[in-house]
């Protein structure tokens, strides 16, 4: 799934337009983009939680050469799943979502 079929599906459930959707959706993204580079952590209820782990320097290894190669410190984002969202079982796509609204 991609952003454009996030913005389709929001659109045909709300009714509301889809410049409207889409700038919502945009913006949402750029909070996240922003808060993640300043290395906030997200938690998203239900969904779970995005934060910025500072990874070791290690080294690596030229596979071609077999020579060592230093790896800097960098900086990666993790996401960790919550309890709910991991119960969910993938196999059941008509399986409701405990924080689902039952309106359309």
């Known amino acids: 799934m991609i952003k454009k079929d996030i913005i389709e599906q929001i659109v ?4 509301l337009s889809r410049p409207m959707v ?3 959706v945009e913006k949402f993204i750029d ?3 922003k808060a993640l580079l300043e290395k906030q952590r997200i938690e998203l209820r239900n969904l779970g939680v995005f934060k910025v782990k500072k990874v070791k320097p290690k080294k690596g290894r030229n596979l071609r050469t077999g020579e060592e ?8 984002v993790v996401f960790k799943p919550s309890k709910i969202f991991m119960q969910l079982n993938p196999e059941n796509s ?5 924080f689902e609204s039952t309106e359309k």
């Open 94 to 98: 008509e399986q409701k979502l405990p």
């Open 12 to 15: 045909k459930q709300t009714g």
């Open 22 to 24: 889409r700038m919502v």
């Open 69 to 76: 190669i230093p790896v800097p410190e960098r900086w990666k």
């Open 31 to 33: 909070h996240v983009r």
